[in-house]
């Protein structure tokens, strides 16, 4: 994929506009999804959660931490 320079931002190209009606859109909306999913997975688990301390809240916190990868 070729890289394109811009002096400004006025030269740059709109968004791409999908048709409402287009069948395939949800397999577009889904496939996006998908993808922002795989680059940034949520941190923590769904849901609401009752701390009685804020130690309580720290240690829960910290429980849902990513583990360190190779790169940081």
């Known amino acids: 994929m070729p890289v394109r320079r811009y ?13 409402r009606k287009d069948p395939n859109l949800w397999r577009h ?6 993808l922002s999913n795989s680059l940034s997975p949520r941190r ?3 849901g609401v959660y009752r701390n009685q301390t804020v ?9 849902w931490r990513l583990p360190p990868t190779r790169d940081s």
């Open 44 to 46: 923590w688990p769904p």
């Open 29 to 34: 909306i889904a496939a996006w999804m998908e």
């Open 55 to 63: 130690e309580e809240a720290n240690r829960r916190r910290e429980s």
């Open 7 to 19: 002096r400004d931002v006025s030269e740059m190209p709109g968004p791409v506009k999908l048709d």
